[in-house]
């Protein structure tokens, strides 16, 4: 059974930092291309970021460029999500997907498992 458990969110002041993770199980892990996305009330998912299974490259919307960092450690079957300088447009729920053999990026139904999300909460 494939189980994707995101942690790390919560609330926090604009201008600070969150470091998301996401523990996987059940899965080939180093075969998934991993991805996140983020969810706001009354919108589709959003992409944010996503790394590549096979070399690791990544990628990042427009929104998020130069303030967020995916990574991943395949030792450990989890990927991260560093999120600096954060705003309070970037409050959502933030879910993690495994996308097995993906080119990355979105869109979401691309993604064969999701985890269960976590909540962003950026104060002003």
């Known amino acids: 059974q494939v189980q994707l458990v995101e942690s790390g969110g919560g609330l926090v002041q604009a201008g600070g930092s969150l470091r998301l993770s996401c523990a996987a199980s059940g899965l080939a892990f180093s075969s998934y291309t991993m991805g996140w996305f983020r969810r706001t009330p009354g919108k589709e998912r959003e992409f944010v970021a996503s790394?590549?299974?096979?070399?690791?490259?990544?990628d990042y919307s427009d929104s998020v460029r130069d303030r967020f960092a995916i990574s991943r450690d395949n030792a450990k079957n989890t990927v991260y999500l560093q999120m600096n300088s954060l705003k309070p447009e970037d409050t959502a729920v933030y879910f993690c997907g495994a996308d097995r053999y993906g080119l990355g990026s979105g869109p979401s139904h691309r993604y064969d498992y999701w985890g269960q999300g976590t909540q962003v909460t950026v104060s002003s």
């Open positions: 790394i590549h299974w096979r070399d690791g490259s990544t």
